[in-house]
């Protein structure tokens, strides 16, 4: 692949001044950067065509900038719809200059600032110098004036002196400077296959994935480590493009190079048989959707199977061995069966880059079927969102009703030859608790035995109405003949924030909170477990 091509330095003032503002934002973060040819081999960025990297998990924007309105209501700034408790991140390298109330600021250039805002938890400090994707804090929730979102969510804000005066001003961008936005077809539901990953760019994404789905940390790392080397793991990228250029399936789809994060040759090879299955093209060329057909032939599963590189890639005890596993057994580049050949050495050297940066925050490792998103994690709202289907209608009892994801975790880490197994509220809360490893010992069926257990187990706080500070995603309510988990906002719309099966009517699906208070008590648990470093 091309080498990355080192951004100019503005000399002069006036032309800066001369240059639309997206594009000389573009020209400082790339400054700041440093972006040169091996670094676009082993960044810690995310993608190199964009101003910024995402300051949370979630690649959507939920409130845009808003001008005043007749009534004079406005909106200065971007705000992301998150959990309370998620990741925030540095959006490029700079120092903390400012920490005042609930906003982080941090300077990028004398020219510019970006403003984040409503933090749980603040992980840094005034005169911390960060980089490009560390985490910052928490997010928190926050109450802005329409049309700006109230309740948990992550307020940005980006604060240019335009004028070359001194004076920073709170400025609107005219485009996304977050790179690629969501794709379509990513419902915000599961870790795993849907689109929301877990990570600060794409490297740790697609590392946090192998890792939650079987793979050591070496054998994720060696993987990665050969993604560079293919593609910078950018899921668009064509044979022969330089970084951050994206190709949409419909036009490389008859190209007999690469395409994609492994670089899958001829690029129809992977895009033809998704078509047929009915996955539209948004969709294949979301990280997503390529990292679980990938994770689909290692398993020896779907139209490509590759099980023997699976296989060769599962055996390897260390990151060079793992780079070496998968570089032979599935990338198959020219020159593969020479041990010494060079582009060996320079995978290794991916993969090593790659293990260190990120193994440290890695999360627990899962059981490589399609059950393992979020195994161990300990994260009950991530793992039942990754067992219900994203929104509502799935009525009946039977079996192939529900997620296959669910069905696999049923058989796994409960008793799928329960009565109306598959439907039942209270085994699904405990195949949740007993898969994300959050509570091994909740009881597996009966609801009125579970609120026995969440009261007298000494492992939960409890409140017979909405707790301190409000709803919390993986708390846990029970009441007479009913439990369901409550998640935060998730799914297709429709203000969803719950998942719950119902005995005899529907599988595990997405709901709406309800009844706080009333019918039904809310847990907490105290503690749940931290993923393994």
Same mark, same amino acid.
Request: aromatic share 8%; net charge negative.
């Given at each position: 692949?091309?080498?990355?091509?080192?951004?100019?330095?503005?000399?002069?003032?006036?032309?800066?001044?001369?240059?639309?503002?997206?594009?000389?934002?573009?020209?400082?973060?790339?400054?700041?950067?440093?972006?040169?040819?091996?670094?676009?081999?082993?960044?810690?960025?995310?993608?190199?065509?964009?101003?910024?990297?995402? &300051? +949370?998990?979630?690649?959507?924007?939920? !409130?845009?900038?808003?001008?005043? #309105?007749?009534?004079?209501?406005?909106?200065?700034?971007?705000?992301?719809?998150?959990?309370?408790?998620?990741? %925030?991140?540095?959006?490029?390298?700079?120092?903390?200059?400012?920490?005042?109330?609930?906003?982080?600021?941090?300077?990028?250039?004398?020219?510019? !600032?970006?403003?984040?805002?409503? @933090?749980?938890?603040?992980? %840094?400090?005034?005169?911390?110098?960060?980089? $490009?994707?560390?985490?910052?804090?928490?997010?928190?929730?926050?109450?802005?004036?329409?049309?700006?979102?109230?309740?948990?969510?992550?307020?940005?804000?980006?604060?240019? #002196?335009?004028?070359?005066?001194?004076?920073?001003?709170?400025?609107?961008?005219? !485009?996304? &400077?977050?790179?690629?936005?969501?794709?379509?077809?990513? #419902?915000?539901?599961?870790?795993?296959?849907?689109?929301? /990953?877990?990570?600060?760019?794409?490297?740790?994404?697609?590392?946090?994935?192998?890792?939650?789905?079987?793979? +050591?940390?070496?054998?994720?790392?060696?993987?990665?480590?050969?993604?560079?080397?293919?593609?910078?793991?950018? &899921?668009?990228?064509?044979?022969?493009?330089?970084?951050?250029?994206?190709? *949409?399936?419909?036009?490389? %789809?008859?190209?007999?190079?690469?395409?994609?994060?492994?670089?899958?040759?001829?690029?129809?090879?992977?895009?033809?048989?998704? $078509?047929?299955?009915?996955?539209?093209?948004? +969709?294949?060329?979301?990280?997503?959707?390529?990292?679980?057909?990938? $994770?689909?032939?290692?398993?020896?599963?779907?139209?490509?199977?590759?099980?023997?590189?699976?296989?060769?890639?599962?055996?390897?005890? +260390?990151?060079?061995?793992?780079?070496?596993?998968?570089?032979?057994?599935?990338?198959?580049?020219?020159?593969?069966?020479?041990?010494?050949?060079?582009?060996?050495?320079?995978?290794?050297?991916?993969?090593?880059?790659?293990?260190?940066? @990120?193994?440290?925050?890695?999360?627990?490792?899962?059981?490589?079927?399609?059950?393992?998103?979020?195994?161990?994690?300990?994260?009950?709202?991530? %793992?039942?969102?990754?067992?219900?289907?994203?929104?509502?209608?799935?009525?009946?009892?039977?079996?192939?009703?529900?997620?296959?994801?669910?069905?696999?975790?049923?058989?796994?880490? *409960?008793?799928?030859?329960?009565?109306?197994?598959?439907?039942?509220?209270? $085994?699904?809360?405990?195949?949740?608790?007993?898969?994300?490893?959050?509570?091994?010992?909740? &009881?597996?069926?009966?609801?009125?035995?579970?609120?026995?257990?969440?009261?007298?187990?000494?492992?939960?706080?409890?409140?017979?109405?909405?707790?301190?500070?409000?709803?919390?995603?993986?708390?846990? /309510?029970?009441?007479?003949?009913?439990?369901?988990?409550?998640?935060?906002?998730?799914?297709?719309?429709?203000?969803?924030?719950?998942?719950?099966?119902?005995?005899?009517?529907?599988?595990?699906?997405?709901?709406?909170?309800?009844?706080?208070?009333?019918? @039904?008590?809310? @847990?907490?648990?105290?503690?749940?477990?931290?993923?393994?470093?």
């Amino acid at each position: 692949m091309g080498d990355s091509k080192a951004l100019p330095i503005l000399g002069g003032v006036m032309l800066v001044l001369l240059l639309p503002l997206i594009i000389v934002l573009a020209l400082i973060i790339g400054f700041l950067s440093g972006m040169d040819s091996a670094a676009a081999q082993c960044t810690t960025t995310s993608s190199t065509d964009s101003s910024f990297a995402w &300051p +949370t998990d979630k690649h959507e924007i939920d !409130e845009d900038w808003s001008d005043p #309105d007749s009534e004079g209501n406005s909106h200065s700034g971007v705000d992301f719809e998150v959990n309370e408790g998620s990741k %925030v991140y540095a959006a490029a390298d700079g120092k903390v200059t400012s920490i005042s109330g609930n906003t982080v600021v941090i300077q990028h250039d004398q020219n510019v !600032e970006t403003h984040t805002k409503y @933090f749980h938890d603040i992980k %840094v400090k005034a005169g911390d110098q960060v980089k $490009r994707g560390q985490q910052i804090g928490t997010s928190g929730s926050g109450t802005e004036g329409a049309p700006g979102l109230s309740g948990a969510h992550v307020h940005f804000e980006l604060w240019v #002196d335009q004028k070359n005066d001194g004076k920073l001003v709170n400025t609107k961008l005219e !485009e996304n &400077p977050f790179g690629d936005a969501a794709k379509p077809g990513s #419902d915000g539901g599961s870790c795993c296959a849907n689109g929301d /990953l877990s990570g600060a760019n794409n490297q740790q994404k697609a590392f946090n994935f192998f890792v939650q789905n079987g793979f +050591t940390k070496e054998q994720a790392a060696g993987i990665v480590g050969n993604m560079i080397s293919e593609s910078s793991v950018e &899921p668009g990228r064509k044979e022969g493009t330089n970084p951050g250029t994206v190709t *949409n399936p419909s036009d490389v %789809v008859e190209f007999s190079g690469g395409w994609g994060i492994v670089q899958w040759t001829p690029a129809g090879k992977m895009i033809k048989p998704s $078509r047929q299955a009915g996955v539209d093209d948004a +969709t294949i060329a979301s990280l997503a959707y390529q990292l679980d057909f990938l $994770r689909k032939q290692l398993l020896g599963q779907g139209p490509l199977p590759e099980k023997a590189a699976g296989d060769a890639t599962k055996a390897a005890k +260390t990151v060079e061995d793992a780079a070496i596993a998968f570089g032979g057994h599935f990338e198959r580049f020219a020159g593969y069966e020479n041990p010494n050949n060079p582009r060996y050495a320079e995978r290794k050297a991916n993969a090593r880059h790659v293990f260190d940066t @990120f193994a440290g925050s890695a999360p627990a490792q899962g059981p490589g079927d399609s059950s393992g998103c979020g195994a161990g994690s300990g994260n009950i709202a991530e %793992v039942a969102k990754n067992l219900a289907w994203p929104e509502d209608g799935h009525d009946g009892t039977d079996a192939s009703l529900a997620k296959p994801e669910y069905r696999d975790a049923l058989k796994k880490y *409960n008793d799928p030859g329960g009565y109306l197994a598959y439907t039942d509220c209270g $085994r699904f809360v405990s195949t949740v608790m007993h898969m994300s490893g959050a509570d091994p010992k909740y &009881p597996a069926v009966s609801t009125d035995v579970q609120f026995d257990y969440l009261q007298s187990s000494g492992k939960y706080d409890g409140w017979h109405g909405e707790p301190p500070g409000g709803m919390k995603p993986g708390d846990i /309510l029970n009441g007479p003949g009913h439990t369901y988990l409550y998640v935060g906002p998730w799914g297709k719309g429709n203000g969803y924030n719950a998942a719950a099966g119902s005995l005899g009517d529907h599988v595990p699906e997405a709901g709406h909170l309800y009844g706080v208070g009333g019918q @039904f008590w809310v @847990f907490r648990l105290k503690s749940a477990p931290q993923a393994k470093s």
